[in-house]
């Protein structure tokens, strides 16, 4: 018997390792724009997101002498002269450096209405020449705002001092650090209001989405090709338009002199306008209008896989319509319910667009809130101590998927 066992010798060796890599480092070079692209549009964001959410040097840039003088203030009381002498200089500085506008915003956070108080005390001192700061600059201070007597003050300078700070993660959940230094919740609660909110309207757009999205699905499936493709066309109609215009259709909809509102008036059912504008209700009507193909596409995809004469074998064997329905093709057409749901779920605990533009102060949502701290009250940080929950939310709730459901069984196509 022949041995037929070839060895390489070295030089065939070496050449089938050198086509190895080339062919390894041409594949990688195929990548590189992919993750040039991961990199900068999502890694890099997210990773600023999370770095901002607990970094905030700004008071400890603009005053760091006061901070320092505070480190031995007990919290009780007035902290020493020479505390107030050293703000009262820093103030004097930063009004002529004209910085003292973000002292003002940062200290507001913390407590309300410093901003004026910081602004004009400012002011005040920037008119006071060195040699009679010195001499009187603590009567100056306090002469300046009764609000510098008062220990809160100096305690929401102190708490806003540290350049790495978990206030705004406390913040972002309604808590807040009291004076010896004790967690306890805001006396306002807003943002946790807030997350559940987000959370139910977002729910309950998917399942609205999955009542009117699975029959639609399924009739389509069922339906002959020419049909089907007729269907579809009206199926993917609405990524073909702006979805500013499908937004604002809604408004022309529902406004109080609309076309709903008016038909209703013709009808004699009301004899006003009904308030279907701005509120929890337009968001969710529309939000599950926009978001509806993104249940209905998976669904598609998977029961045109399925094979009907599975139920007509079941019928045929006694079996009732429905529980054949149920029994069978239920649980086959599961991948495209799990991938549409989660895709809708998703989608709509991050929506912004839509509850913006017609879902006033009720129908706003969690990404409406972060939206205005970065852009009316330029409070980045808390944006984005609020925006790194709502991603951690998100992926603890896909963990829970996969943990129940199972992301291996789903289909999008």
Do not use: C
């Not at 008119?127 to 220990?151: F, I, Q």
């Amino acid at each position: 018997m022949t041995d037929r066992t070839h060895t390489l010798s070295p030089e065939d060796a070496r050449n089938a390792a050198r086509e190895v890599r080339k062919r390894r480092f041409q594949a990688f070079v195929f990548v590189v724009p992919l993750l040039v692209f991961i990199l900068f549009a999502f890694v890099a964001p997210i990773a600023t997101m999370l770095y901002r959410s607990v970094h905030n040097p700004t008071v400890a840039n603009l005053v760091p002498e006061t901070l320092a003088a505070l480190e031995d203030w007990s919290g009780e009381g007035l902290p020493d002269d020479a505390v107030l002498l050293q703000f009262a200089a820093d103030m004097k500085r930063m009004a002529n450096e004209r910085t003292s506008g973000q002292l003002a915003d940062e200290i507001n956070r913390a407590l309300p209405g410093m901003s004026s108080v910081i602004k004009s005390s400012a002011r005040a001192l920037r008119r006071v020449d060195d040699t009679d700061l010195a001499a009187n600059g603590v009567a100056l201070l306090l002469d300046a705002n009764d609000r510098w007597s008062d220990p809160a003050t100096w305690r929401a300078i102190r708490d806003a001092g540290p350049i790495y700070t978990s206030s705004y993660y406390l913040t972002s959940i309604d808590l807040e650090r009291g004076a010896d230094g004790s967690i306890g919740a805001r006396d306002v609660q807003i943002y946790k209001q807030l997350y559940t909110k987000t959370l139910k309207m977002a729910l309950t757009i998917t399942v609205l989405t999955l009542l009117l999205g699975y029959p639609l699905a399924f009739f389509m499936s069922q339906a002959s090709d020419s049909l089907s493709n007729f269907l579809m066309v009206f199926v993917l109609l609405p990524f073909w338009t702006s979805l500013l215009v499908r937004t604002t259709a809604w408004i022309a909809l529902l406004q109080a002199g609309g076309v709903v509102n008016s038909s209703l008036i013709w009808l004699g059912i009301t004899d006003e306008p009904i308030e279907l504008l701005y509120n929890e209700f337009s968001t969710i009507l529309a939000m599950t209008h926009i978001l509806l193909p993104f249940m209905v596409l998976p669904l598609y995809a998977v029961m045109r896989g399925i094979d009907p004469s599975f139920m007509r074998a079941a019928i045929s064997m006694g079996s009732t319509p429905l529980g054949a329905w149920y029994k069978i093709y239920l649980p086959m057409s599961l991948p495209g319910l799990s991938a549409g749901a989660l895709l809708v779920f998703i989608i709509s605990v991050g929506y912004y667009i839509t509850p913006a533009l017609v879902g006033g102060t009720d129908g706003q949502m969690i990404s409406n809130i972060i939206a205005f701290h970065m852009q009316v009250s330029n409070n980045w940080e808390l944006a984005a101590a609020l925006g790194s929950l709502l991603l951690i939310l998100i992926l603890v709730l896909y963990w829970l998927f996969d943990r129940f459901v199972g992301t291996d069984n789903l289909k999008l196509g």
